[in-house]
């Protein structure tokens, strides 16, 4: 069972480890690694990186109202924003990067390790 999309833009959750080993039903997956789930979830964030960093926050300290005051505070919130906004923009694209870093290297772990399995069998 596949729970409807979320409004995040991440991937759908699958309900339970029944699902996912019988939507798969491949060898490849058998620890519970799918390499497309997993390339899905780095595109995802390392987009959502470069949505969150493009965010216009600059917009809010151009607001003119009636109180002095109002404008000022709106006007302060721009530099922090901007940190926020790129801090986490940045965050969602490192982390995008290191789930590619980590399927690469456990794909090759996993190429490894079998080749050493298979080895066993002529004996």
């Known amino acids: ?5 979320s409004l995040s833009g991440f991937p759908p959750l699958s309900v339970g480890p029944p699902g996912r080993w019988n939507r798969t039903g491949s060898e ?4 519970g690694i799918d390499r497309d789930e997993v390339q ?3 595109r995802t964030w390392q987009a959502s990186g470069i949505a969150v960093h493009a965010t216009d926050v600059e917009a809010i300290g151009a607001v003119v109202g009636p109180s002095s005051r109002v404008a ?8 922090p ?4 906004v790129d801090s986490i923009g940045e965050r969602l694209t490192s982390m995008g ?4 870093t980590f ?13 050493s399995f298979r080895a066993l069998e002529e004996r």
């Open 103 to 115: 399927d690469s290297a456990s794909a090759a772990a996993d190429a490894r390790s079998g080749a």
């Open 72 to 79: 000022q505070a709106l006007s302060a919130t721009v530099g």
């Open 28 to 31: 490849t997956s058998l620890f």
């Open 1 to 5: 069972m596949t729970l409807p999309r």
């Open 81 to 84: 924003a901007r940190l926020a």
């Open 97 to 100: 990067e290191m789930l590619r």
């Open 40 to 42: 899905s979830i780095a």
